[in-house]
């Protein structure tokens, strides 16, 4: 790749266009058979086989659209301000709208490719009002071989849940016309580290505002056990409205509602709890090593300690606001943080109460949906379906459901055996 300069790839490449240069990936070209689906397994849980499983689905979905796009400018210069202008090396349309294409071919050049890229793409976002964050998709044409390069794509395609795509040049000869672009996949290791990187039992924070009752509309009512509908419908309301909050700011967890037993003596008698993986909880060592290393001892635990806690205030934002938003004016609510692991474990917490309007948002989302469908492949293999409902949104709104597959995610219960929390209508679905 050395003995090509950027140029003279870039023009090359611009001359005949993508199509002629991507090569078909064996991964999602020829596919090896699925294997057959054994109806008495039980899903094969491991959550970064379920996150490699939703990102192989986006980019499989790009770079079938992306390799057969039309370049439409080169060397488009992007005016900021007096000074020189930034240059987006390519500009093309696909079938799903428009992408912005940079190249690097200079192994040094390759560590600001994801800044400059993005930098781009927010710019021509810009021609269009209200463009959102996926409706311009990046191409990358770089080696990749420094890591952080690597991880920034799968922060970038997972945690920031952008459109992007990342093809390796290489050369059978030293003609320049030789050009082929292989799709660039993460490695199951790739996956593993960043699962490992995002999730443990400290990592989800939790936040619970509680609100009395509102006679007419919600209340404590219940008959043989179970609440009445009004009082689920509209707080599961509450619920999903705070769900759609979350994924506004792009967060990772879940919200539900909890409602204690008539019996059991609590003041306020209904709670939203919004939980989300909390970033500065998890620190990547090797990273944040080298960076506390240049600061002053004195001022090391403020660089997690201050951002932690500005993300706590963020959910207790978002909790405030459902309130505001979705119930009688001037409703007031109490709020707390809690400790997730704890609350899960404590059976006067999620036990003895009836807990519904479970929705999962963001990446933990992509995670649940993916477990349940294979659970419901199962069943349809004629395995047992372990009471999967015939619409599968009942199950993807089942607390307890939700709940077992926190547990296995490392966010719930140690190995220790605890009481089982009850499902939305009071009794365990098992």
């Not at 939703?54 to 659209?65: F, V």
């Not at 993460?186 to 990592?203: E, G, Q, R």
Request: glycine residues 6%; contains cysteine; proline residues 4%.
């Amino acid at each position: 790749m050395a003995t090509h300069r950027e140029e003279q790839v870039h023009q090359h490449l611009f001359e005949v266009g993508l199509e002629a240069v991507v090569k078909d990936c064996p991964a999602f070209d020829d596919p090896q058979p699925e294997p057959e689906i054994d109806p008495d397994s039980e899903p094969n849980f491991e959550l970064w086989r379920l996150i490699k499983r939703r990102a192989y689905e986006r980019l499989r979905g790009l770079h079938y659209t992306v390799r057969y796009g039309t370049f439409v400018g080169s060397k488009i210069a992007l005016p900021i301000d007096a000074s020189r202008p930034m240059e987006l090396d390519l500009l093309g349309t696909h079938e799903d709208g428009i992408f912005v294409l940079e190249l690097k071919v200079d192994r040094s050049a390759e560590r600001n490719a994801f800044s400059e890229l993005f930098a781009y793409s927010n710019y021509i976002a810009g021609m269009f009002a209200l463009s959102g964050h996926q409706d311009i998709t990046n191409i990358l044409v770089a080696n990749l071989d420094v890591k952080i390069t690597r991880q920034a794509f799968l922060y970038d395609l997972l945690i920031n849940d952008r459109n992007i795509i990342v093809y390796q040049p290489s050369f059978s000869s030293s003609d320049v016309a030789s050009l082929r672009l292989d799709l660039w996949l993460p490695t199951d290791d790739d996956f593993k580290h960043f699962t490992n990187d995002l999730l443990s039992h400290d990592a989800m924070a939790c936040v619970v505002i509680s609100f009395e009752d509102l006679d007419g509309w919600y209340d404590s009512e219940e008959k043989d056990g179970s609440l009445n509908e009004t009082t689920r419908k509209h707080l599961t309301m509450l619920s999903g409205y705070a769900a759609q909050l979350m994924e506004a700011e792009r967060l990772h967890g879940f919200c539900f509602i909890r409602k204690p037993w008539r019996e059991i003596p609590r003041y306020y008698r209904n709670s939203l709890f919004v939980c989300a993986l909390n970033p500065f909880r998890v620190a990547v060592p090797e990273r944040a090593n080298a960076i506390t290393a240049q600061i002053d001892p004195s001022k090391r635990s403020e660089l997690f300690e201050m951002p932690e806690m500005a993300f706590d205030g963020r959910l207790i934002g978002i909790a405030q606001r459902a309130l505001n938003d979705c119930l009688a004016h001037n409703t007031g609510g109490e709020v707390e943080t809690a400790i997730w692991s704890v609350i899960v474990e404590t059976s006067g917490e999620v036990v003895f109460t009836h807990n519904f309007g479970f929705r999962p948002t963001g990446m933990l989302r992509e995670a649940y949906i993916s477990y349940l469908n294979e659970r419901f492949a199962i069943e349809d293999a004629g395995g047992w379906g372990d009471d999967l409902s015939v619409l599968k949104i009942n199950n993807v709104n089942n607390w307890f459901q939700a709940w077992e597959f926190m547990r296995m995610c490392g966010l719930g219960q140690s190995d220790a055996e605890h009481d089982e929390p009850d499902d939305d209508e009071g009794n365990s679905p098992w």
